[in-house]
């Protein structure tokens, strides 16, 4: 496809429940970051990829949350016991080439509900 | 460690008419990139306008401008001849110029479009 692709749309679990979100990116981008929007807050950073390699992962917030990118391409960001706090939109976005000055395309995100 | 501020929750526009919305940050960095991002209820981050910091010029898209102030750290966004499509949350968002190339946010502006 012509842009960033997040699936699912929406995500609803029970507290405790393991979930996976995945990304697609734009093809041939090299950089692919995920970022988690609270209600009514901007975006904050969970991890960053360049290919297959997890270059920054400052950004998750507990040993519960984990992202990979085996291929270099899609991506899965993985909560395990998932708690009510978790509940927020995860953003996907990608970037051409490892430089500052390409912007990042962001998917529309998955809606995730804790219940 | 940088930051962004967005002072405006919320602002509202006649439809034709100017509106500005503020950003500033702090960082101590001396080349960095600036941007605005639009967030309609699909949920995209759209990129509105970017700033390069070395470059003293505003950056101007269409009916979007940029007041850039490097030395007061304030980075507004002009939207002139406003439309009903413009009715969104704006972010403004920073970014280092070196590896850590993770986008900083601050916390949105939800602008009104009256018809």
């Known amino acids: 496809g012509a842009g960033v692709s997040q699936s699912p749309r929406y995500k609803v679990a029970k507290r405790g429940q393991d979930v996976a979100l995945r990304c697609d990116p734009i093809s041939g981008h090299v950089s692919l970051f995920w970022y988690q929007q609270a209600l009514g807050q901007g975006p904050e950073f969970l991890t960053y990829?360049?290919?297959?390699?997890?270059?920054?992962k400052s950004g998750l917030p507990s040993d519960r949350f984990f992202a990979e990118r085996p291929e270099g391409s899609v991506s899965t960001l993985k909560i395990q016991r998932t708690q009510q706090e978790d509940s927020a939109v995860y953003l996907c976005?990608?970037?051409?080439?490892?430089?500052?000055?390409?912007?990042?395309?962001f998917g529309d995100g998955t809606r995730l509900s804790i219940l | 460690a940088q930051t962004v501020t967005q002072s405006q929750p919320e602002m509202s526009v006649q439809e034709a008419e100017t509106v500005t919305l503020s950003c500033t940050y702090d960082t101590s960095e001396s080349d960095y990139y600036l941007f605005w991002y639009k967030q309609p209820p699909s949920r995209q981050m759209i990129l509105v306008i970017r700033q390069e910091a070395y470059k003293q010029q505003n950056a101007t898209e269409n009916r979007f401008s940029v007041n850039f102030q490097k030395a007061a750290k304030s980075f507004s966004l002009k939207i002139s001849d406003s439309q009903l499509g413009d009715a969104a949350m704006y972010f403004c968002a920073y970014r280092r110029m070196d590896s850590s190339y993770k986008l900083i946010f601050g916390s949105g502006t939800r602008l009104l479009v009256r018809p």
């Open positions: 990829f360049q290919n297959e390699a997890q270059l920054d």
């Open positions: 976005a990608s970037s051409h080439r490892d430089r500052g000055n390409q912007p990042q395309h």
